[in-house]
């Protein structure tokens, strides 16, 4: 399976879509919550930019929720 990494924030409802999606698919991988200084200043430095959800494949960004649950119904069971 790919590396993968979701930058998420738990405030905003397409990261809340993402995170639904992947209980109820029981989908677990790495998580960081930009509220977190930390890894908001990660997701801005290695993604370009702060927009949540990103799910960082290989360390490559994946934006839009939609996208992201495509992805993870395909490649993450």
């Known amino acids: 399976m790919d590396n993968l990494t979701l930058y998420y924030s738990p405030f905003c409802p397409f ?6 999606y992947m209980e109820n698919n029981n989908i677990t991988l790495e998580m960081k ?9 990660k997701l801005v430095e290695v993604g ?8 960082f ?18 490649n993450a069971k």
């Open 15 to 20: 990261s809340q879509k993402v995170l639904r």
């Open 48 to 55: 370009g930019k702060y927009q949540v959800p990103c799910l």
């Open 57 to 74: 494949i290989n360390g490559k960004p994946l934006y839009e929720s939609d996208d992201i649950i495509e992805y993870l119904g395909q």
């Open 33 to 41: 919550d930009t509220n977190d200084p930390e890894n908001r200043g």
